[in-house]
């Protein structure tokens, strides 16, 4: 911290030097007026005060900076929609392997087999509740 100070206040020492310098170094001869109106007050010569590299705030995303796309949202609810039943098939090919139960569309798209009194319903059920939390 200490040494960051110091080196912003060995820069602003050597600004205020060469912006002395310029002024009195003899560039404007032909003018005098360039030279009498400049100020050597140490207002003029440090000018507006320096913002250090890392002080920038991060911009925080808001609702009021953000615009609706449709599209997005709608790519989104797809994707979702893709994984989730993506994952039920694969499910109901693994419960087709471990325990014989059939594969159909009316498993993925009905609640017709997803009754909690059979042992067939009771693993579909789980595969449900799996894909659900996976995808």
Known sequence: ???ESNELATSSES???NLISRG????NKDSNEDVGNQSTSPSKIMGSPRKRPGS???AIPNSA???FNPTLIFS???ALQCFHYFFSGLLMEINNVLFGTSVTLDRLFTAEYLDLRTTPGWID???ILVSYIIG
């Open 65 to 67: 900076n953000m615009l």
């Open 1 to 3: 911290m200490l040494d």
């Open 24 to 27: 009195t170094n003899g560039n």
């Open 125 to 127: 059920n789980g595969s």
């Open 15 to 17: 600004e205020q030097q």
């Open 56 to 58: 920038k705030k991060a």
């Open 76 to 78: 989104q609810i797809m």
